[in-house]
Structures are given as C-alpha cells and as structure tokens.
C-alpha cells in the first residue's frame, strides 16, 4: 500500500513538472510571435493608394536642407498625383511641357513597380504620355526593351514619401498621401480597356478591340479616386497631336444597386492642354460623367455611356461603350 502511494505521489509530482515545462513553452511561443508581428514593416501596404506631390526637396550631400511647395512657387497650378496599387504604377502631371511639341499638356507614365524596402524602390515604366510617353517609345525602340526601369532612393512614411531618381541628384520629389473617399468596392483596381463598343440609339452596332501595342488605355480605381492615362505613341507619328495621348484624374462614386458610375473629372494631361480642359470642366471640378455598368464577372466589366459617343462621334455612334479587364 505504501509502494503504491509512492508511486502516485511520484506520478503526480511528474505530472505538474511536465505541465509546467509546456506552459513555459506555449508563453515563449506566444511571446515569440507577437514580437514578430510587431516586428513586420508594413511597407509594402503603406506604399499603396494616391499620392499628391505638392514640392520638391532640395538636398545637399544627400541630405534635406529646404522644401520647395509647388504652392509657394512661380507655378502654384503645378498639379502631380501618383497611385500605386498590387504591383502597379501610375502617375501624371500638368507640367513637363513642350511648346515645340503638337500636344501642349502635361505627361504621365505607366508600368511596374517593385518595394524593397522604406528606402528603396523602381519603377519599370513601360508607357506614358506626353514628353513621358514619347521618351519611352523611343528608348524601347532603341534599346529593344519593354520598359525602362528607374531605380529610386525613396523615404517611405505612413503618409509622406519623397522620391530621389537619380543616385546624384541634388532634389528629390516630395509627396502626401490623399486620404480615401470612399469604402473599398468591387471596381477598385487596375484595369486595362480590351474593347470599344458603338452605340446608336442604345443599340450595340459595332466592336472594336484595343490591342496593347496600337494602344494602351488603363484606368486606377481606388477608394473614390481614379486615374487614366491613353498611350496613343502607336497610332500617330510624333509630329501629330494624337501621339501626346491623354490622360485625367478625378473622384468617382459606385451606385452597386442601380450599377451606375458617375466620375468627376478634375484635370486633365497629354492632350489636355488648359483651354481643353476648361472647356471640359466649365465648373472647375463639377464635371460628372455617368455610366451604366455591368459586370460579368469580378475582373470584367462594361461601362457605357449612352449620352455621349466621345470619339465615335464622328463615326454615326450615339453612345459608347468601353469593356474593361482587371490586371492582375
């Protein structure tokens, strides 16, 4: 009877030893993860959403010594936004501009992008319009290349970033983070126009497709804000108004239940210069266009505006229609 208490006592005593050891363990795990995901840099979701550049820092030795605010300087109307969203860039401007050339807006550039860190970043640029969209096509003619990459020195903050794009530049681009409009919604992406649809009197009479190499037309949608930009460097030559393309930045609100798009314009680039875009924009920021959209499935949607054939007009077309897919 004695031997058999022992044995239980021994027992029990192994027992709480054995508990204790795996309790100890479990708390360093716990421990251990939680420091790790306090650990992890968010960079690569900070970086994402639309930026604003509203000046430019002056460095010296690479270091910051005064900010230069477009606000403060000889053209106060500079205007420069910049969206990155997955793995996608896209930006553009209402200066870079060139008398000489027949387009008399700003420029903007498209492509990829890849964050390595809060202090490095490069974009690989593949189109663009304006001076922008000219220069690549000419650099990736010559250099038999599908984009031209920029290797950047960046500081990435929770809501500024600046941007060095040459290792010896004595400036750098300083930019603030726009805040989001609206709630994430089912038309926030990238997405590239596949088709164009004709309309008269409501009716579908004509389907053209937007091959990638003729022309490019991509529109960033995120939280209430969008941006497009149409690289039109291979349907016209460079001594013609066509080859500067166009692009625009604006707001826009997703009625889901009534499936209607209404995007407010704001101003415009490439082509745009200012008489157009005033005259686009009489209200100064109270242009609204609405489209009707379908969407057959989550990365394919149709938006067609009935009202207005834009550069079908010419065509007999009442309405127009533009299919756009998601890039992914």
Same mark, same amino acid.
């Given at each position: 009877?004695?031997?058999?208490?022992?044995?239980?006592?021994?027992?029990?005593?192994?027992?709480?030893?054995?508990?204790?050891?795996?309790?100890?363990?479990?708390?360093?795990?716990?421990?251990?993860?939680?420091?790790?995901?306090?650990?992890?840099?968010?960079?690569?979701?900070? *970086?994402? #959403?639309? $930026?604003? !550049?509203?000046?430019? =820092?002056?460095?010296? @030795?690479?270091?910051? %010594? /005064? &900010?230069?605010?477009?606000?403060?300087?000889?053209?106060?109307?500079?205007?420069?936004?910049?969206?990155?969203?997955?793995?996608?860039?896209?930006?553009?401007?209402?200066?870079?501009?060139?008398?000489?050339?027949?387009?008399?807006?700003?420029?903007?550039?498209?492509?990829?992008?890849?964050?390595?860190?809060?202090?490095?970043?490069?974009?690989?640029?593949?189109?663009?319009?304006?001076?922008?969209?000219?220069?690549?096509?000419?650099?990736?003619?010559?250099?038999?290349?599908?984009?031209?990459?920029?290797?950047?020195?960046?500081?990435?903050?929770?809501?500024?970033?600046?941007?060095?794009?040459?290792?010896?530049?004595?400036?750098?681009?300083?930019?603030?983070?726009?805040?989001?409009?609206?709630?994430?919604?089912? *038309?926030? #992406?990238? $997405?590239? !126009?596949?088709?164009? =649809?004709?309309?008269? @009197?409501?009716?579908? %009479? /004509? &389907?053209?497709?937007?091959?990638?190499?003729?022309?490019?037309?991509?529109?960033?949608?995120?939280?209430?804000?969008?941006?497009?930009?149409?690289?039109?460097?291979?349907?016209?030559?460079?001594?013609?108004?066509?080859?500067?393309?166009?692009?625009?930045?604006?707001?826009?609100?997703?009625?889901?239940?009534?499936?209607?798009?209404?995007?407010?314009?704001?101003?415009?680039?490439?082509?745009?210069?200012?008489?157009?875009?005033?005259?686009?924009?009489?209200?100064?920021?109270?242009?609204?266009?609405?489209?009707?959209?379908?969407?057959?499935?989550?990365?394919?949607?149709?938006?067609?505006?009935?009202?207005?054939?834009?550069?079908?007009?010419?065509?007999?077309?009442?309405?127009?229609?533009?299919?756009?897919?998601? *890039?992914?």
């Amino acid at each position: 009877m004695q031997v058999f208490q022992l044995i239980q006592q021994i027992r029990l005593i192994m027992i709480k030893k054995i508990f204790f050891v795996l309790s100890g363990i479990l708390v360093f795990f716990s421990c251990n993860n939680n420091q790790t995901n306090q650990n992890v840099d968010t960079y690569e979701e900070d *970086i994402l #959403g639309f $930026w604003s !550049r509203t000046g430019t =820092i002056q460095l010296m @030795n690479g270091i910051a %010594v /005064d &900010t230069l605010a477009f606000k403060d300087s000889k053209t106060p109307d500079n205007k420069q936004i910049k969206a990155f969203l997955t793995d996608r860039v896209m930006w553009i401007n209402n200066f870079w501009k060139d008398s000489l050339a027949p387009w008399k807006g700003g420029s903007g550039g498209y492509g990829r992008f890849n964050i390595y860190s809060r202090d490095s970043l490069t974009e690989l640029m593949s189109h663009g319009t304006g001076l922008m969209g000219a220069g690549l096509k000419k650099y990736k003619e010559e250099q038999d290349s599908d984009f031209q990459a920029w290797n950047m020195s960046i500081k990435l903050g929770d809501d500024e970033f600046s941007q060095k794009n040459r290792p010896k530049s004595e400036f750098a681009e300083y930019w603030e983070k726009l805040p989001d409009l609206k709630p994430k919604s089912r *038309i926030d #992406g990238v $997405w590239k !126009r596949v088709y164009e =649809i004709a309309y008269v @009197n409501n009716v579908p %009479v /004509d &389907t053209t497709s937007a091959p990638s190499d003729i022309i490019l037309d991509v529109k960033v949608m995120y939280r209430g804000r969008y941006m497009y930009q149409v690289d039109q460097t291979g349907m016209f030559d460079e001594n013609e108004l066509g080859h500067g393309g166009f692009g625009g930045y604006g707001t826009f609100e997703l009625d889901s239940e009534k499936n209607i798009l209404k995007e407010k314009f704001l101003w415009g680039s490439g082509g745009w210069n200012e008489e157009d875009a005033n005259a686009a924009n009489p209200d100064s920021g109270n242009y609204v266009q609405s489209h009707e959209i379908t969407f057959f499935n989550d990365d394919l949607f149709l938006q067609v505006d009935s009202q207005n054939a834009g550069v079908l007009q010419g065509s007999g077309a009442t309405g127009r229609g533009l299919v756009y897919k998601r *890039i992914k």
